[in-house]
């Protein structure tokens, strides 16, 4: 049945629409507040418990997309629910909406004459339906002789209100209406860039802040976080395929380790002690595969206590695996396999398009067909950059080698000014520029990689790679070093790192040195980051995009 309630200040429903556009917010929701009051005064309930849809409306669309211009399927009885977003009429008895749900809309063609109400009770209750409003109709199927696929109620039920003046979009010259826009923007997908002048909402404070306005008014926000569901649902059935098992590893731990980062630190009241959140679940995983877990990945959530910019959240997402007697050759064509794969399949083919330079540049296309390129990080960077670094990293020589090249390219290493952190600022600026499209940054030295196992032919170098994509890191994977005297002579060498200032090094974790001892397999180590892949193939340039609910700065009480 239809719900009807009336307001006690009753107006007529032209003067009632106008009004809405205009009203102030404050008014607006105090007027819904007295609305919903009205419904309970009237004993009608206006929040119902249950609705049964029988389809979605995506399901809808495909199902009935098909009838002819103007034919209506009234023996057929279909429960439809969604959001109003769109609200127009011609007269007291015939109101059209736009119901939205799932990333798809269809029509809504209430005519009295179709209706349950007499004619005053139908154009009562239509008079305070609302755009926003969460609703149910029972209806039949039919097509308008312009061929818009509707739905023509014969009851309508109003499940939730929204109490709230949504943000109307402002229609552009020679727009005939707000559906030419949704249109756009429903025709975007992934690697194809995308249209942030089209949308609703456009402040992107408020669309970070109240992500659930940003999903309901912009559709490709909406599509964004779809496809992210569709890349973590791509690296799983990947990875299954290949026999790895998923596990979960703790978010506390005593020791913050398998990264260099620094960790965000908390207390356990009951056993008096301090806890990180984790920044990496490497050491957990590699313990796993001491066990006998061969094959193992988790993908789940990081915490670094670090600066927030376009490219990094204090928490982030990340996919690593560790695969038994595997090692970094092999973890580099897995790598090409599955991101090609993905992209082929998310996208249609292997190119995408991305908007590097901001939204009012031209984007550039970035090429994902395999076999990537491959960068050997110190005989590249002598190349490029004229140098001869001394072979022995860790020695003073090398420190003071790496100084004077970066005063010499106006280089800046913010202190300590380790040898580790200088040669980062050096591939920073002179590889890292280089990979645009999917390229790996190979043989890590040893004093940059201390969980990687060295190089089997190239003294002080690791087998490590990083994989790049339009210039930022995406992947990092290793030959993992399983030698326990080497690692615990690695952590010592981090050690020092950390006592000369760098709060960043590793720390030493006995427990998993003592896992060591008990013998890891070779094994092929591999992280990757679910945030940035995200907004590679969804053309976002900040990280804020693809995180439904990212780190924001306290707002100002009011």
Same mark, same amino acid.
């Given at each position: 049945?239809?719900?009807?309630?009336?307001?006690?200040?009753?107006?007529?429903?032209?003067?009632?629409?106008?009004?809405?556009?205009?009203?102030?917010?404050?008014?607006?929701?105090?007027?819904?507040?007295?609305?919903?009051?009205?419904?309970?005064?009237?004993?009608?309930?206006?929040?119902?418990?249950?609705?049964?849809?029988?389809?979605?409306?995506?399901?809808?669309?495909?199902?009935?997309?098909?009838?002819?211009?103007?034919?209506?399927?009234?023996?057929?009885?279909?429960?439809?629910?969604?959001?109003?977003?769109?609200?127009?009429?011609?007269?007291?008895?015939?109101?059209?909406?736009?119901?939205?749900?799932?990333?798809?809309?269809?029509?809504?063609?209430?005519?009295?004459?179709?209706?349950?109400?007499?004619?005053?009770?139908?154009?009562?209750?239509?008079?305070?339906?609302?755009?926003?409003?969460?609703?149910?109709?029972?209806?039949?199927?039919?097509?308008?002789?312009?061929?818009?696929?509707?739905?023509?109620?014969?009851?309508?039920?109003?499940?939730?209100?929204?109490?709230?003046?949504?943000?109307?979009?402002?229609?552009?010259?020679?727009?005939?209406?707000?559906?030419?826009?949704?249109?756009?923007?429903?025709?975007?997908?992934?690697?194809?860039?995308?249209?942030?002048?089209?949308?609703?909402?456009?402040?992107?404070?408020?669309?970070?802040?109240?992500?659930?306005?940003?999903?309901?008014?912009?559709?490709?926000?909406?599509?964004?976080?779809?496809?992210?569901?569709?890349?973590?649902?791509?690296?799983?059935?990947?990875?299954?395929?290949?026999?790895?098992?998923?596990?979960?590893?703790?978010?506390?731990?005593?020791?913050?380790?398998?990264?260099?980062?620094?960790?965000?630190?908390?207390?356990?009241?009951?056993?008096?002690?301090?806890?990180?959140?984790?920044?990496?679940?490497?050491?957990?995983?590699?313990?796993?595969?001491?066990?006998?877990?061969?094959?193992?990945?988790?993908?789940?959530?990081?915490?670094?206590?670090?600066?927030?910019?376009?490219?990094?959240?204090?928490?982030?997402?990340?996919?690593?695996?560790?695969?038994?007697?595997?090692?970094?050759?092999?973890?580099?064509?897995?790598?090409?396999?599955?991101?090609?794969?993905?992209?082929?399949?998310?996208?249609?083919?292997?190119?995408?398009?991305?908007?590097?330079?901001?939204?009012?540049?031209?984007?550039?296309?970035?090429?994902?067909?395999?076999?990537?390129?491959?960068?050997?990080?110190?005989?590249?960077?002598?190349?490029?950059?004229?140098?001869?670094?001394?072979?022995?990293?860790?020695?003073?020589?090398?420190?003071?080698? %790496?100084?004077?090249? $970066? +005063?010499?390219?106006?280089?800046?290493?913010?202190? *300590? /000014?380790? @040898?580790?952190? =200088?040669?980062?600022?050096?591939?920073?600026?002179? %590889?890292?520029?280089? $990979? +645009?499209?999917?390229?790996?940054?190979?043989?890590? *030295? /040893?004093? @940059?990689?201390? =969980?990687?196992?060295?190089?089997?032919?190239?003294?002080?170098?690791?087998?490590?790679?990083?994989?790049?994509?339009?210039?930022?890191?995406?992947?990092?994977?290793?030959?993992?070093?399983?030698?326990?005297?080497?690692?615990?002579?690695?952590?010592?060498?981090?050690?020092?790192?950390?006592?000369?200032?760098?709060?960043?090094?590793?720390?030493?974790?006995?427990?998993?040195?003592?896992?060591?001892?008990?013998?890891?397999?070779?094994?092929?180590?591999?992280?990757?980051?679910?945030?940035?892949?995200?907004?590679?193939?969804?053309?976002?340039?900040?990280?804020?995009?693809?995180?439904?609910?990212?780190?924001?700065?306290?707002?100002?009480?009011?």
């Amino acid at each position: 049945m239809f719900q009807a309630a009336s307001m006690a200040d009753s107006r007529s429903k032209k003067s009632a629409a106008a009004d809405d556009e205009d009203m102030d917010p404050t008014q607006y929701f105090e007027n819904r507040l007295k609305y919903v009051a009205a419904l309970r005064a009237a004993g009608k309930e206006p929040y119902p418990h249950k609705f049964h849809a029988t389809m979605s409306i995506p399901e809808y669309v495909e199902q009935y997309k098909n009838i002819g211009n103007g034919e209506h399927l009234e023996d057929v009885t279909v429960n439809l629910a969604g959001r109003i977003m769109s609200k127009r009429s011609s007269s007291s008895k015939l109101f059209f909406y736009d119901l939205h749900g799932g990333a798809a809309k269809v029509q809504v063609m209430a005519d009295a004459s179709k209706s349950d109400l007499n004619e005053e009770e139908f154009s009562r209750f239509h008079s305070n339906v609302k755009r926003g409003d969460y609703v149910g109709v029972k209806g039949f199927p039919g097509k308008t002789k312009r061929g818009e696929l509707s739905i023509f109620p014969r009851s309508f039920i109003v499940l939730t209100p929204c109490l709230h003046m949504l943000p109307r979009q402002k229609p552009k010259a020679g727009s005939v209406s707000d559906n030419a826009n949704l249109k756009k923007e429903d025709a975007w997908v992934p690697g194809r860039t995308r249209n942030p002048e089209t949308y609703i909402l456009k402040d992107q404070e408020t669309r970070y802040r109240q992500r659930h306005l940003d999903l309901i008014l912009n559709k490709e926000s909406l599509q964004i976080f779809k496809t992210r569901s569709k890349i973590i649902l791509y690296i799983r059935r990947f990875l299954e395929s290949r026999r790895f098992m998923e596990v979960e590893t703790p978010m506390m731990n005593t020791i913050a380790g398998g990264a260099a980062a620094r960790p965000f630190v908390t207390y356990h009241n009951d056993l008096n002690m301090k806890l990180y959140m984790r920044i990496s679940p490497e050491l957990h995983l590699k313990r796993l595969v001491v066990g006998g877990l061969d094959r193992v990945y988790e993908i789940g959530k990081q915490f670094r206590n670090e600066g927030i910019d376009l490219t990094h959240n204090t928490e982030f997402t990340t996919c690593e695996f560790y695969m038994a007697l595997a090692d970094y050759n092999d973890l580099m064509e897995l790598t090409e396999t599955m991101l090609s794969g993905m992209v082929k399949e998310l996208t249609g083919g292997y190119k995408i398009k991305y908007r590097a330079n901001g939204l009012d540049e031209d984007p550039i296309e970035i090429d994902f067909t395999p076999p990537f390129r491959r960068i050997d990080m110190i005989e590249e960077l002598e190349k490029m950059a004229n140098l001869n670094i001394p072979k022995d990293f860790s020695s003073d020589e090398a420190n003071k080698y %790496l100084k004077d090249v $970066c +005063t010499k390219y106006e280089i800046k290493c913010a202190p *300590p /000014e380790t @040898t580790a952190r =200088l040669l980062d600022k050096l591939v920073g600026h002179f %590889l890292e520029e280089t $990979c +645009t499209n999917p390229a790996f940054i190979i043989n890590h *030295p /040893e004093l @940059t990689s201390p =969980l990687a196992k060295w190089h089997r032919t190239k003294k002080g170098l690791t087998e490590r790679f990083e994989l790049f994509i339009n210039k930022h890191e995406l992947c990092n994977a290793y030959t993992e070093l399983n030698d326990s005297v080497v690692q615990r002579q690695r952590f010592a060498e981090q050690l020092k790192d950390r006592q000369s200032g760098d709060d960043e090094a590793m720390a030493l974790d006995e427990t998993f040195c003592t896992a060591l001892e008990c013998g890891l397999p070779p094994t092929g180590g591999w992280g990757l980051g679910i945030d940035r892949l995200t907004m590679l193939l969804t053309d976002s340039q900040n990280i804020k995009e693809v995180i439904l609910f990212p780190t924001m700065k306290p707002q100002d009480e009011p």
